[in-house]
């Protein structure tokens, strides 16, 4: 599988915005979901955002409003846009793939856990 890898990550002052990239995120099944996941030192990793197969897109109550993520037209890059940047986003930023089942979730409630394929990550710094 070709790997993930992220870009775009940068440091920035408070109420910025940045974009994150995430290339080799096509996928070898139909059903599918795509993550943003952060995790900041001393802290546990979060999911942020989700997007499926469907189109759904799902956020963390954290970045709701503020982050969006969308995938290109070919289905290979997802994006993570993230504005209105606040110091606690402050993280390491990867994104990851897995396999939807029929039905399933592709939200906050779908651990870091259940996706086999991982970025190394992005580094987000955002100072007030």
């Known amino acids: 599988q070709v790997q993930l890898v992220e870009s775009g990550g940068a440091s920035v002052q408070a109420g910025g915005s940045l974009r994150l990239s995430c290339a080799g995120a096509?996928?070898?099944?139909?059903?599918?979901?795509l993550a943003w996941f952060r995790q900041a030192p001393e802290k546990e990793r979060e999911g942020v955002a989700y997007i499926d197969d469907d189109h759904n897109s799902n956020y963390a109550d954290a970045v709701k409003g503020r982050f969006t993520i969308s995938q290109n037209n070919a289905k290979n890059t997802l994006y993570l846009q993230m504005n209105s940047l606040k110091p606690e986003d402050t993280a390491m930023y990867y994104c990851?793939?897995?396999?939807?089942?029929?039905?399933?979730?592709?939200?906050?409630?779908?651990?870091?856990?259940?996706?086999?394929?991982w970025g190394r990550g992005t580094q987000v710094t955002v100072s007030s």
């Open positions: 096509e996928s070898v099944y139909d059903r599918y979901c």
């Open positions: 990851a793939a897995g396999f939807r089942l029929f039905g399933g979730a592709c939200d906050t409630r779908r651990t870091g856990q259940s996706f086999p394929r």
